[in-house]
């Protein structure tokens, strides 16, 4: 093994996936995509939005099983898995509302795929649940939002498998204000904070919450970097003080920003890459190609395919 090749989110779009590994050098052959002498490593957001879900899971799912990848969650398999689970004590309900218009437009285009509540749909979500939130591996981590260490540790001593969220906690997890909700709100969803002045996102609702870039050496205080609609980073006056970093001691790589399409593909930091440039809506799907040996991340190794 020489390397892995991270991608990011593929939101169903299995066209620019197979792209994709073609231009890595990947074959398919034995029923799953594979190189000679490298790994390829998934940031999760495999579905939704898209038109092809099912066919972007199976591709990863049969590399993962060929040991070929690797796969972690991403907000939208965790939410797909929220979404199937019934809540404890409510009978009819379930983790996640299955009837709230926000929640039917973000997962209608998985539902219309796999069609609602069929044995198609609980064998996809039986799959989520077994991806880890992340991975860490001897030379790169992988999480879907925002590499917290603190969510880390916090998790990792009640889970069986690392990183894998044991189905007893997912009610936790899906009630905002428990421990366990906010640590899995860091790592898949990422962290927000009040902003002075609330703005319109990409849909035209209002919000006063702005995801912070965590990635950025923010200096403790009232003026932090936020990411705006468009991915782009804008210096944003907050209403509670910002009190934590979020320390990265080998490259990371996650996804989930929407980043701009056209914009330059390029590390956030010598050892932070986000890997998402809104391959969901129009844009390329992108990777990086880690290299055994490499300690700090460059441009040069983005690959970008737009199909
Ligand atoms: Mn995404």
Not at 22 to 39: E, F
Not at 132 to 143: F, I, K, R, T
Not at 195 to 224: H, M, Q, Y
Request: glycine share 8%.
């Amino acid at each position: 093994m020489t390397g892995y090749d991270v991608i990011g989110d593929i939101h169903g779009q299995a066209d620019k996936l197979e792209a994709l590994l073609r231009t890595l050098g990947y074959h398919h052959t034995n029923g799953a995509w594979r190189h000679a002498d490298r790994m390829a490593l998934f940031c999760g957001d495999l579905i939704d939005r898209g038109p092809e879900s099912v066919r972007t899971v199976n591709i990863v799912r049969a590399m993962t099983d060929a040991g070929t990848a690797r796969c972690i969650m991403g907000n939208h398999e965790y939410n797909a898995v929220c979404f199937f689970t019934p809540k404890p004590g409510a009978p009819g309900e379930f983790l996640r509302k299955n009837f709230s218009d926000k929640n039917r437009r973000q997962h209608g285009a998985f539902l219309r795929e796999v069609g609602y509540r069929t044995p198609l749909h609980e064998e996809l979500v039986e799959w989520f649940k077994t991806l880890p939130l992340w991975l860490e591996l001897d030379e790169v981590c992988l999480v879907h939002a925002c590499w917290s260490e603190r969510a880390i540790a916090f998790l990792t001593p009640m889970m069986e498998q690392t990183g894998v969220l044991p189905m007893e906690l997912y009610p936790d997890s899906a009630h905002k204000g428990t421990p366990v909700c906010d640590a899995v709100k860091e790592l898949c969803k990422g962290p927000e904070l009040t902003v002075a002045e609330s703005f319109l996102d990409k849909d035209g609702t209002t919000r006063s919450k702005a995801r912070i870039c965590w990635w950025r050496e923010n200096v403790p205080g009232r003026r932090i970097w936020t990411m705006r609609d468009g991915g782009t980073e804008a210096l944003s006056e907050v209403l509670e003080p910002l009190e934590q970093t979020w320390p990265v001691r080998k490259p990371v790589f996650f996804g989930h920003y929407w980043l701009n399409p056209d914009s330059p593909k390029t590390p956030k930091s010598p050892l932070a890459a986000c890997l998402d440039y809104s391959a969901g809506k129009g844009g390329p799907l992108v990777c990086y190609r880690f290299d055994s040996g490499d300690i700090e991340l460059v441009p040069e190794k983005f690959v970008a395919v737009r199909e």
